[in-house]
């Protein structure tokens, strides 16, 4: 059994620790707040490039962002660089390497927590720093860039990308979005020809250069997300741990308690044990 002194010393470093975890979840609940009014999605953007492919017949465009080559496929999968996250950046990387158990291809990690599950699963990737907030959209473009070369340069006929979405402040999950080739996109978009629209380049190079735009911009919005889902994913561990911690608190002081009632009750004793020696 602990002395009472020792679980006075645990029950000192719980309280420091807790006001530790405290501080904690402020600055991720500040950090939070602070990008969610920095994060912009693109909609309107999308929906430019959508109203572009109503007007063209899809039909006759065979470009590899448009139409598969080969049945390979990139993965990119989107972790951090830092810990407390719950367990997040491993699913990310799980469901990522799921994917490619599915349909061979190369992976794309992100992030340094991704490369070090990466690495143990024994699976080649090609490595790219973990996103930083102040450099976030130059980030983005060269991803962009590397993965719109590759993806040509070798034929491959699928990319998708595997991200940490915040569903809400204390809720995110994983989420895997299809981005090339761009027609499963514009699925339920119509193609209408239209005759008399004049096209000064080629048909090819618009629309690679129209996707190329567009990958950008996406990789950019769900860089934030995935930041976003950092932010929140650290709160509800931190949180989690701040919970465990005081079950755990709340177990020392009734040790703390009992051992103090004990010690007391054990020096009556001994002390009514020696009034009644001497009285007798």
Do not use: C
């Amino acid at each position: 059994m602990q002395t009472i002194s020792n679980i006075k010393k645990d029950l000192e470093f719980n309280r420091g620790l807790s006001s530790l975890i405290e501080a904690l979840k402020n600055i991720a609940v500040s950090q939070y707040r602070s990008l969610e009014r920095k994060v912009k999605t693109f909609g309107g953007f999308l929906s430019n490039i959508e109203g572009f492919f109503e007007l063209i017949d899809r039909n006759r465009v065979t470009h590899p962002f448009v139409v598969p080559t080969k049945n390979t496929q990139m993965v990119v999968a989107i972790t951090s660089d830092s810990g407390l996250l719950g367990g997040l950046n491993m699913e990310v990387i799980s469901i990522a390497l799921h994917q490619l158990q599915d349909i061979n291809g190369s992976l794309v990690v992100v992030g340094e927590r991704g490369k070090i599950y990466a690495r143990e699963s024994g699976v080649p990737f090609t490595a790219f720093p973990g996103i930083k907030d102040e450099d976030r959209y130059g980030q983005a473009m060269q991803l962009r860039n590397y993965l719109t070369e590759k993806f040509l340069r070798e034929s491959f006929g699928y990319l998708k990308i595997v991200y940490p979405h915040p569903v809400s402040f204390t809720v995110q999950k994983v989420y895997v979005v299809p981005v090339l080739p761009f027609a499963k996109e514009l699925a339920a978009t119509k193609s209408v020809a239209v005759a008399d629209i004049l096209l000064e380049s080629n048909m090819a190079d618009i629309v690679e250069y129209l996707v190329y735009l567009w990958l950008g911009q996406k990789l950019y919005e769900l860089f934030g997300l995935s930041r976003l889902a950092e932010f929140a994913a650290r709160y509800v561990h931190l949180e989690e741990s701040l919970q465990k911690l005081k079950t755990i608190d709340t177990k020392l002081r009734l040790q703390y308690f009992r051992v103090r009632h004990e010690i007391i009750d054990r020096s009556m004793r001994e002390l009514f044990s020696a009034r009644l020696l001497y009285a007798g």
